[in-house]
């Protein structure tokens, strides 16, 4: 199993402000935005301005 980080993620979801905390292993925008898609599921749900930095 390869080893992973904390990451927060911040994004808008349909325009709100928000953000989530998870664990990536490269932390890559596409590696995150893989980790939001599982977390809000199938929706028609808009995410976009996502940011990936290392939780502190």
């Known amino acids: ?3 992973t980080t904390k990451y927060v ?5 349909n325009g709100e402000r928000r953000f989530e ?3 990536l292993q490269t932390g890559t925008e596409e ?3 893989a ?3 599982k977390l ?6 808009k ?3 996502l940011k990936v930095s290392k939780a502190l």
């Open 1 to 3: 199993m390869a080893p």
């Open 21 to 23: 905390f998870a664990q």
């Open 31 to 33: 590696e995150a935005m």
């Open 35 to 37: 980790a939001l898609q």
């Open 47 to 49: 995410i976009t301005d």
């Open 9 to 13: 993620i911040k994004y808008k979801l």
């Open 40 to 45: 809000h599921g199938e929706t028609d749900d």
